[in-house]
Nanobody, 127 residues
Framework: QVKLVESGGGLVQAGDSLRISCTDS????????MDWFRQAPGKDREFVAG????????DYHNSVQGRFTISKDNAEGTVYLQMSNLKPEDTALYYC????????????????????WGQGTQITVSS
């Protein structure tokens, strides 16, 4: 049974760095891609970053390009999001998501295509 578990969130100050991770605790997932999404209070959930599992193709939302880095550890079945120069507008509940469906060479960024979701980890950036 697939169960995605995020960890590493917390309260930080603007300009700080933080790394969050997501692992399938059931160790059964064979993803095509894993993405990070976030949802701030009163806002829609939005794509943050994604990575295809075998090719390692990555993509980022424009607002985090150059500040966030997504990576993975295939052996551990873990995806990471390294965040630097955090801003108050990065405050949100961050979710990891996985899809096992192949999208050719594309990296999916729409939340509706992902079958598996974690419970979320809160990141709060104070100014």
């Amino acid at each position: 049974q697939v169960k995605l578990v995020e960890s590493g969130g917390g309260l930080v100050q603007a300009g700080d760095s933080l790394r969050i991770s997501c692992t399938d605790s059931g160790r059964t997932l064979m993803p095509y891609a894993m993405d990070w999404f976030r949802q701030a209070p009163g806002k829609d959930r939005e794509f943050v970053a994604g990575i295809t599992w075998y090719e390692g193709r990555v993509d980022y939302h424009n607002s985090v390009q150059g500040r966030f880095t997504i990576s993975k550890d295939n052996a551990e079945g873990t995806v990471y999001l390294q965040m630097s120069n955090l801003k108050p507008e990065d405050t949100a509940l961050y979710y990891c998501a996985a899809t096992t469906k192949s999208w050719g060479r594309l990296l999916p960024v729409l939340d509706k295509v992902f079958e598996y979701w974690g419970q979320g980890t809160q990141i709060t950036v104070s100014s």
